[in-house]
């Protein structure tokens, strides 16, 4: 006997899935900080958002249209900031129909932050009931939240925003006032409050000025925390400082929580010696054969003439060696500051000897610590700085 | 300015929102604005107001009564099939209830 197979050669199911929000509550609100106000404010009226989704079978099986009752394992999943949870049951915030009519039914029952939409991503399973082949239903709908803000506050701070600082020549300490305005005038004092916070380079993470008693040595928030100032010859190599401001048009800015969304602005100061040239006088080529010691001095200049006080940064070191008619010179280091006295006994009779200047950055003050990182301090609780 | 409104059960009922919106404590709805597109447009929402017995409600207001903080007594609406006759409706369910109440124990 002579046997075939034959089978039925079904065209494959074609799926959509559209959303579309269910009743008059847009899926689009707006937030206005004045009046710290949602509109439409999802946690008193929410919004709905219903998926349709429908198949269209070329064979004529099955009847076209709607299929959102045959839904099963239907699940919807939150996505905020590159963040994806999946919306449990018990999520207050949400109510999702997993049966029936309206199956994938969602209820949003929370407000959006501004600029930074939700996304919700849909994902349903449906059985094809011609081949039970699984279909995979997925899609997305985006929940925004605009600016609705009359006046934005901006802050501004005077002072760049990067300021390098030269501790040759400029001053120490550097004052930094901000300025919260709403359009273009000045927010009213009692509606506006300055928060000042310095990046600890340890913990990674910004501390309030003032937090951390002993090791905010460098900064100091005015009485009404409108300036800061910074010691620049105590900061170290660098230091960044945040300002953000916390405002309230009901005049209790103090109640406001600080968020990305907060005025926010980083400014940082830089240690960073500039270009200089040294050189010393002060000893003749030719040494009176009974001298036991000479005393050079240097001189450090840029190009604005001489350092003035060159050994608050700089640390002039002194080398000696005894010359020699061919091969390298050994250098000792003999002598430290811009005015030593460097013995003559590494003067050889018949080849002398090579003195040889070098100035070096003796660094940035910083709080002197111990192996385990604590930091040491006086009888009075000052602490100790070092180069 | 965006309003939500305040309503009974009776419109909550009559425009199938009693599962989309939220009940507040005393059992009324606060329901959207656009809601009340259904009875006409927002330029007489006061004329609607009037005839489902509703009252139009602030952001704050609207979460004071949600919150239960502050709650409001809904005037009586003009139009007949929004009225809710509060005390009688309640005694009747609840002599009803304990008659049902009685029966069972007595079968029992």
């Not at chain 1, 005015?339 to 003067?347: E, G, S, V, Y």
Request: hydrophobic share 40%; charged share 20%.
């Amino acid at each position: 006997m002579k046997k075939k197979r034959f089978d039925f050669n079904f065209r494959p199911l074609r799926i959509n899935v559209s959303f579309s929000v269910d009743g008059s509550v847009p899926d689009r609100q707006t937030y206005d900080a004045d009046s710290n106000e949602y509109t439409p404010d999802y946690t008193v009226t929410p919004a709905i958002i219903q998926p349709n989704v429908s198949r269209m079978d070329k064979d004529e099986i099955l009847l076209p249209g709607r299929i959102n009752q045959y839904l099963t394992n239907v699940r919807w999943y939150e996505i905020v900031g590159g963040v994806k949870t999946l919306i449990a049951s018990n999520n207050a915030s949400y109510e999702i129909t997993t049966s029936g009519d309206n199956a994938g039914r969602i209820k949003v029952k929370k407000n959006a932050a501004q600029s930074i939409p939700i996304t919700l991503q849909f994902y349903g399973e449906y059985i094809d009931t011609r081949t039970n082949q699984l279909h995979i239903i997925q899609g997305t709908n985006q929940i925004f939240c605009d600016n609705s803000t009359a006046y934005m506050p901006v802050l501004s701070l005077n002072a760049a925003d990067t300021t390098i600082y030269n501790p040759l020549s400029d001053a120490d300490t550097q004052t930094v006032t901000a300025s919260l305005k709403l359009g273009t005038d000045e927010c009213p004092t009692d509606k506006r409050l300055f928060v000042w916070e310095k990046w600890n380079p340890n913990d990674l993470v910004w501390a309030v000025v003032g937090a951390e008693t002993t090791l905010d040595y460098d900064v100091t928030v005015s009485t009404d925390g409108v300036s800061c100032t910074v010691n620049r010859s105590l900061m170290g190599a660098d230091l960044y400082l945040r300002c953000r401001a916390k405002y309230d048009i009901n005049g209790n800015p103090g109640s406001v929580a600080l968020g990305d969304a907060s005025p926010c602005k980083v400014i940082s100061f830089v240690r960073r010696l500039p270009k200089f040239e040294f050189d010393y006088f002060g000893v003749p080529t030719n040494i009176p054969a009974d001298l036991m010691a000479v005393a050079p001095f240097a001189k450090i200049w840029n190009a604005n003439g001489d350092l003035p006080i060159p050994e608050r940064e700089l640390l002039a070191l002194w080398y000696i060696a005894t010359n020699q008619a061919s091969g390298s010179l050994s250098y000792n280091l003999v002598a430290q500051g811009m005015n030593p006295t460097i013995p003559t006994a590494a003067l050889s009779q018949i080849y002398g000897a090579v003195i040889g200047l070098d100035v070096i950055d003796i660094g940035p003050v910083a709080a002197m610590e111990d192996g385990n990182g604590v930091v040491f301090e006086d009888g009075d609780g000052n602490v100790l700085l070092i180069h | 300015m965006a309003r939500y409104i305040k309503a009974n059960q009776k419109v909550a009922a009559y425009l199938h929102l009693e599962n989309d919106r939220n009940m507040v404590k005393d059992g009324n709805y606060l329901l959207w604005q656009g809601d009340m597109l259904a009875f006409g447009p927002l330029t007489q929402l006061s004329e609607t107001l009037e005839q489902i017995g509703g009252i139009a409600l602030l952001a704050h207001e609207a979460r004071e009564e949600q919150e239960g903080v502050v709650i409001r007594e809904l005037p009586t609406a003009t139009d007949e099939r929004f009225v809710v006759e509060v005390t009688g409706e309640t005694d009747t369910a609840e002599s009803a209830t304990t008659e049902e109440a009685t029966n069972t124990e007595k079968e029992a």
